[in-house]
């Protein structure tokens, strides 16, 4: 059970594909006593994780606070950030409050590739240097990429690096046309390019000792299924199951790339949306189509959110990415 908060929308940054359209600070966030009180919700309705993200989460001033008041409620707390901001002071701070992990976008083993994709010059070198001050002060950290037609290619090597570097993981995003992201979804990966990077992750799997995850690819459990590959986790897509999305205003959605509001957890609280929201309920069925039919319905679900982007809306839609025809 694991909620992504993104506390803020404010970035330094300006990727290409960012799913918030993350640059300037929203007014209405929530507050640090809104968001303790969010805290203090996700406890109590059994959440065990909160990834604080964004934007750039480390850009909100009360972070560490937050940080320490996760760890004082029993949540795991971890983080999706650029890496750019992580001078050697706050990373210590971060891990002194309890931090468990922290995610550093890297989009590319060398610096042209990334920077050009975050659309800021110097960022791959900032992003390196916030992992080694993760070595520096003893936090553990992992890479997380997001991968279109640029880099399709270099997915190995980014691993290697990330070998190199003492990364404790690394995850694969696959694009989904969300936020920026739809003014690049020319660059997403196809049908066999998409299936095709599954198998490289799995066969990649087996040569280095590093967790490596696709995310936003649910169709891997079912891949990893067929090989024999023993997996940690249980089903590829949680949204709405055992995950979703708290937008900085208070919004809640059922995944970062699903961009249907089920309520705001200011006027309805956490708990009472968890539990009670239709969109949800309706993520907790068997979808429609092939995805429904399929023999891997339990293990894998489909994309929810590719499924809304490319059937113009219909979340509980069949995943067009997936090349399987297989049914029960």
Not at 65 to 80: D, K, S
Request: glycine share 10%; hydrophobic share 35%.
């Amino acid at each position: 059970m694991l909620v992504s908060w993104n506390t803020t929308r404010q970035c330094n940054l300006k990727c290409k594909h960012c799913y918030r359209d993350a640059g300037a600070k929203d007014e209405g966030e929530l507050d640090t006593r809104e968001g303790k009180k969010l805290l203090e919700e996700l406890a109590a309705s059994g959440f065990k994780m909160v990834i604080f993200s964004g934007g750039e989460p480390l850009l909100r001033t009360d972070i560490v606070e937050l940080t320490a008041y996760a760890r004082q409620l029993g949540l795991r707390g971890v983080f999706g950030t650029t890496g750019t901001v992580m001078d050697l002071d706050l990373t210590k701070e971060l891990k002194d409050a309890g931090a468990m992990c922290m995610g550093i976008s890297l989009d590319s083993s060398t610096p042209e590739m990334h920077d050009e994709f975050r659309q800021v010059p110097g960022a791959w070198e900032k992003a390196v240097e916030g992992m080694e001050n993760c070595l520096k002060v003893g936090l553990p950290f992992q890479i997380h990429t997001t991968v279109v037609n640029d880099n399709y290619e270099e997915f190995e090597n980014i691993t290697d690096f990330g070998v190199k570097m003492g990364a404790r993981a690394h995850h694969i995003f696959f694009l989904v046309p969300t936020g920026r992201g739809k003014d690049i979804e020319e660059d997403a990966l196809r049908q066999r390019q998409y299936e095709g990077l599954i198998h490289r992750i799995l066969k990649k799997q087996k040569e280095v000792d590093m967790e490596i995850k696709p995310t936003c690819a649910p169709q891997f459990m079912r891949v990893a299924s067929q090989k024999g590959i023993d997996m940690r986790f249980s089903r590829g897509c949680l949204a709405g199951r055992s995950y979703c999305c708290i937008l900085p205003n208070g919004d809640l959605h059922p995944c970062p790339y699903l961009p249907i509001k089920v309520g705001n957890v200011r006027e309805e609280g956490f708990k009472t949306l968890w539990e009670e929201g239709k969109v949800l309920q309706d993520l907790r069925k068997p979808p429609h189509g092939k995805c429904g039919e399929c023999r891997y319905e339990d293990l894998c679900g489909g994309c929810r959110a590719r499924a809304y982007y490319y059937s113009d809306g219909d979340y509980m839609a069949e995943d067009p990415w997936c090349l399987y025809g297989g049914k029960k």
